[in-house]
């Protein structure tokens, strides 16, 4: 089991960045995929980013391809999202998963408490 704290949301203008953080608990964060969600209420969640256990696969949702980097550093248990370019509508609650499958948002299990991110315009 693992446990995922996310941090760096916040407030931004639009064309400005972010840069989102996820600290894994546990001694086999190098085994899961991870990956990042995101909610506005009343819309289910939205699968944006996703990384293989070792950084070498990658996958972006067309709406941020080109804008957000996921990356991960299994040394420090910490997997990041930076978002360039940042849009009103990215504007979400941003979550951090862990699971089996970096590309299919079924696939994950473990998740964290959220945070917010918000574009103004």
């Known amino acids: 089991q693992v446990q995922l704290v996310e941090s760096g949301g916040g407030l931004v203008q639009a064309g400005g960045s972010l840069r989102l953080s996820c600290l894994a608990s546990g001694r086999t964060f190098s085994s899961y995929a991870m990956g990042w969600f995101r909610q506005v209420p009343e819309k289910e969640r939205e699968f944006v980013a996703g990384i293989s256990t070792h950084g070498s696969s990658t996958y972006y949702v067309n709406s941020v391809k080109g804008r957000f980097t996921i990356s991960r550093d299994n040394a420090k248990n910490t997997v990041y999202l930076q978002m360039n370019s940042l849009k009103p509508e990215d504007t979400a609650v941003y979550y951090c998963?862990?699971?089996?499958?970096?590309?299919?948002?079924?696939?994950?299990?473990?998740w964290g408490q959220g945070t917010q991110v918000t574009v103004s315009s």
């Open positions: 998963a862990a699971g089996t499958a970096y590309y299919y948002p079924g696939g994950y299990d473990y």
